[in-house]
């Protein structure tokens, strides 16, 4: 599976330390993340991780973009809502984004580790295995 990773600046140190945390899962996908906290990523854990530029800068549009293209499976975006600088990445369209095209996402450290144990169990396997235009659920 793709999965994103970004983070606000007030949470980059919480990401890496989820990571390091769940390294054994998160080494047999593919990641990728915004420009500091992919670089935090890859000297505290090793893992290969795809650098976009910073979020700020345009990392989060570049996410967005995969996520558009159904590129992303999976997105964990740490984020602080209520001590939000003015660096930190806007996360309304990306989440908005994620929301349309059926991926999952963590705003929190909390709903990360409950999708990172579905990852490992395999829970969310639909993603690569249901071609992206037949992912849609029966009305009950």
């Known amino acids: 599976m793709h999965i994103a990773l970004i983070a606000h600046d007030s949470k980059k140190e919480l990401l890496v330390q989820f990571c390091l945390a769940y390294c054994r899962i998160l ?22 991780i795809q650098i976009c530029l910073p979020g700020f800068s345009g990392g989060v549009q570049q996410i967005s973009a995969m996520v558009s293209c159904d590129e992303i499976d999976l997105l964990l975006f740490f984020r602080s809502p209520g001590t939000r ?34 990852l490992e169990r395999g829970d969310l396997d639909w993603r690569v295995t249901i071609p992206k235009d037949k992912q849609t659920f029966r009305k009950f």
């Open 27 to 48: 080494e047999k996908h593919q990641l990728c993340a915004t420009g500091s906290t992919g670089n935090q990523i890859v000297t505290a854990t090793g893992l290969p």
């Open 85 to 118: 600088k003015a660096t930190d990445p806007d996360e309304s369209d990306i989440l908005r984004l994620c929301d349309s095209h059926n991926i999952p996402f963590a705003t929190n450290i909390a709903t990360a580790e409950a999708l990172i144990f579905a």
